[in-house]
């Protein structure tokens, strides 16, 4: 149990450090496709190294491969552009509390999608999240530049769209695997978006080297490792609750290393969203348990 709980933490960490880890990059002179193409080619290298040395075969039907490609070189991609370039305007702290807006986004997209219950708790946590968010962008604390919240937005829909999709080909693929799959098609989506516009950029310092290692190590092979080590372990639920540790050390990260302030109603706000987030997860996780033990006793007459 704590070891799972422990590998989760880690995880949240790797997760957090990511737009830390970003404006050290950009302060080196690396370009977002840059950075993002050099994540994922590193991080697949990594990944694919696992089944290569178990000599697990791959077993990937073409519908899978498709369904793979929207996954990494459409939905992640989108998705991290949004996020890393949202951090070029708004401090890390913001962004990274605005996309945890996600889990609102997945419930109300599974309500439409897969025609999933939106119970009376599930409808006062997204509420709960929302007003947070309202505290957050209506504070005193200076102007938000919309460019930024309008990304960070974005990149917390596009990631809610990617949680439903992934799901389903979760069900038909090892996790390492799909993680694999992913990153390489994020990282050949980064490489031709980036030779088209003419963004690649390799001329950068040599420090620059230190934070794309960082990421594409810990905040990515690492923190997906673990997570998916600790969720087995303690369960989805679990997890997903534990890894809302993740914008906390955004914004510890990027005080203490940036300077960044948020003010007492900002941070407020912030821990309403966060403390939202947690029951929509656990009013979804009831529901789908009430739902289970429906059908069970159904089965069972």
């Known amino acids: 149990m704590y070891v799972g709980i422990f590998l989760i933490l880690i995880s949240?960490?790797?997760?957090g450090l990511l737009p830390i880890f970003a404006l050290y990059a950009y302060d080196s002179g690396i370009s977002v496709a840059t950075l993002l193409f050099l994540r994922f080619a590193f991080a697949a290298m990594i990944l694919f190294s696992y089944p290569l040395i178990k000599k697990q075969p791959l077993a990937i039907t073409k519908k899978l491969l498709v369904s793979l490609f929207i996954l990494g070189g459409v939905l992640y991609s989108l998705q991290s552009t949004f996020y890393f370039v949202a951090v070029q305007y708004i401090p890390a702290s913001l962004a990274a509390l605005i996309?945890?807006?996600?889990?609102?986004?997945?419930?109300?997209?599974?309500f439409f999608i897969n025609k999933e219950k939106l119970s009376?708790?599930?409808?006062?946590?997204i509420i709960v999240s929302l007003f947070g968010m309202v505290l957050i962008l209506g504070a005193p604390a200076g102007n938000v530049n919309y460019t930024g919240l309008l990304l960070a937005l974005g990149a917390a829909i596009v990631y809610s769209v990617y949680i439903i999709f992934g799901?389903?080909?979760?069900i038909k693929v090892q996790p390492i695997i799909t993680s694999a799959f992913t990153a390489l098609f994020a990282s050949i989506s980064f490489l031709a978006g980036g030779l088209l516009t003419n963004t690649l950029n390799f001329q950068f310092e040599m420090s620059g080297w230190i934070p794309i290692v960082g990421i594409a190590l810990f905040s990515t092979v690492i923190a997906m490792f673990t997570f998916f080590a600790g969720m087995n372990i303690i369960g989805p639920t679990k997890a997903s609750i534990l890894s809302m540790a993740e914008p906390v050390v955004t914004i510890v990260c990027s005080t203490l290393l940036f300077g960044e302030n948020m003010s007492i109603l900002q941070l407020s706000g912030g821990i309403i969203v966060l403390t939202g987030a947690l029951f929509v997860v656990l009013a979804r996780e009831k529901t789908h348990s009430e739902a289970q033990s429906s059908l069970s006793r159904k089965t069972f007459d």
């Open 167 to 170: 799901n389903l080909v979760a």
């Open 120 to 125: 009376k708790p599930l409808l006062v946590s």
């Open 99 to 110: 996309l945890y807006l996600y889990p609102v986004f997945v419930a109300v997209l599974s």
């Open 12 to 15: 949240a960490t790797g997760f």
